[in-house]
Antibody
């Protein structure tokens, strides 16, 4: 059974870059789309972007060019970088696999706080 | 890329049926039968309940069903149980290979 685990710094300073890793276990990362989603405290879900294991990516236009994603198939990991962060980027960040035009499974989520 | 529109809250009594709507546009919900629904209990990870508009993943109760009419998708929960009390989110594939979520609906089981 595929499982996902997010990891990364829990605290990022304003204007810096948020960097997260999603580690996939129990299955291969290859031949799937993998998404990042975030959820500010008490608010709804926001899709950030997705990437295929060949490197193709699609991003939420609202985040413009601040998002970059990459993958390391040898380590079964994929990555999110979000640049020029502000307090509005404080949220729980989830990674998830796309399956049958839906998102499942999800990682447990990691809280990232943007503060000086 | 605007969020899909969901009611902020719905409520029902145990045993009753409720429906949560998810309204989009002809560019998202109306164009694709690719709406999924997620259940999220407080402090927990979202759980897939419905995919491709009306299909249930293995292990999801048949009390949960999905449908679509025009630009509006719906999630119906029949035989409400206390454990169904949670937040529910719809999500749709849209053009340019991106996804959009609804704002979420809080279900209260009275």
């Amino acid at each position: 059974q595929v499982q996902l685990q997010e990891s990364g710094p829990g605290l990022v300073k304003p204007s810096e870059t948020l960097s997260l890793t999603c580690t996939v276990s129990g299955g291969s990362i290859s031949s799937y789309y993998w998404s990042w989603i975030r959820q500010p405290a008490g608010k709804g879900l926001e899709w950030i972007g997705r990437m295929y294991t060949n490197g193709n990516t699609n991003n939420n236009p609202s985040l413009k060019s601040r998002v970059t994603m990459s993958v390391d198939t040898s380590k079964n990991q994929f990555f999110l970088n979000l640049s020029s962060v502000t307090a509005a980027d404080t949220a729980v960040y989830y990674c998830a696999r796309e399956y049958r035009s839906s998102l499942a499974p999800w990682g447990q989520g990691t809280l990232v706080t943007v503060s000086s | 890329q605007s969020a899909l529109t969901q009611p902020a809250s719905v409520s029902g009594s145990p045993g009753q049926s409720i429906t949560i709507s998810c309204t989009g546009t002809s560019s998202d919900v109306g164009s694709y039968n690719l709406v999924s629904w997620y259940q999220q209990h407080p402090g927990k990870t979202p759980k897939l309940m419905i995919y491709e508009g009306s299909k249930r993943p293995s292990g999801v109760s048949n009390r949960f069903s999905g449908s679509k009419s025009g630009n509006t998708a719906s999630l119906t929960i029949s035989g409400l149980q206390a454990e169904d009390e949670a937040d529910y989110y719809c999500c749709s594939y849209i053009s340019s290979s991106t996804w959009v979520f609804g704002g979420g609906t809080k279900l209260a089981v009275l």
